[in-house]
Nanobody
Framework: QVQLVESGGGLVQPGGSLRLSCAAS????????VGWYRQPPGKEREFVAR????????DYADSVKGRFTASRDNARNTVSLQMNSLKPEDTAIYYC???????????WGQGTQVTVSS
C-alpha cells in the first residue's frame, strides 16, 4: 500500500504561482505512475498531470499545458506540481493519485485547496 500526503495549496492572485507536493510513505513510487487531479467547485474531478516515476515521462491536460510542470525527486520520494500563470478557473481541490503500473492498484491523497482570486 501507498499513503499519499499533499501540501502547498493556498490563495493566490491571477497570474501568480504555487507549488504542490505529494509525498509517499509505506512504499516507493518506483513502480507507479503518479498524477494530479482536481475538482473545481460544483464540478467533477478531472485529470491535470501525470508522471511515470521510473522514466520521468509526463502528460498534461490541455488546459494546463505550458503553465504547469510535474517533476519527481527520487531522494525525497516526492512528486511536485509547479503551477504558473494561475487563472481563476484553476480554483479547485487538488488530489495526488498513484496507480501501479502492473498491479493497477490505485491510491488517493487527502486533497489540498487551491484558490485563485483577486
Amino acid at each position: 500500500q501507498v499513503q499519499l500526503v499533499e501540501s502547498g495549496g493556498g490563495l493566490v492572485q491571477p497570474g501568480g504561482s504555487l507549488r504542490l507536493s505529494c509525498a509517499a510513505s509505506g512504499r516507493t513510487f518506483s513502480a507507479y505512475r503518479v498524477g494530479w487531479y482536481r475538482q473545481p467547485p460544483g464540478k467533477e474531478r478531472e485529470f491535470v498531470a501525470r508522471i511515470t516515476w521510473s522514466t520521468g515521462s509526463t502528460d498534461y491536460a490541455d488546459s494546463v499545458k505550458g503553465r504547469f510542470t510535474a517533476s519527481r525527486d527520487n531522494a525525497r520520494n516526492t512528486v511536485s506540481l509547479q503551477m504558473n500563470s494561475l487563472k481563476p478557473e484553476d480554483t479547485a481541490i487538488y488530489y495526488c493519485h498513484a496507480q501501479g503500473i502492473y498491479s493497477g492498484s490505485t491510491y488517493w491523497g487527502q486533497g489540498t485547496q487551491v484558490t485563485v482570486s483577486s
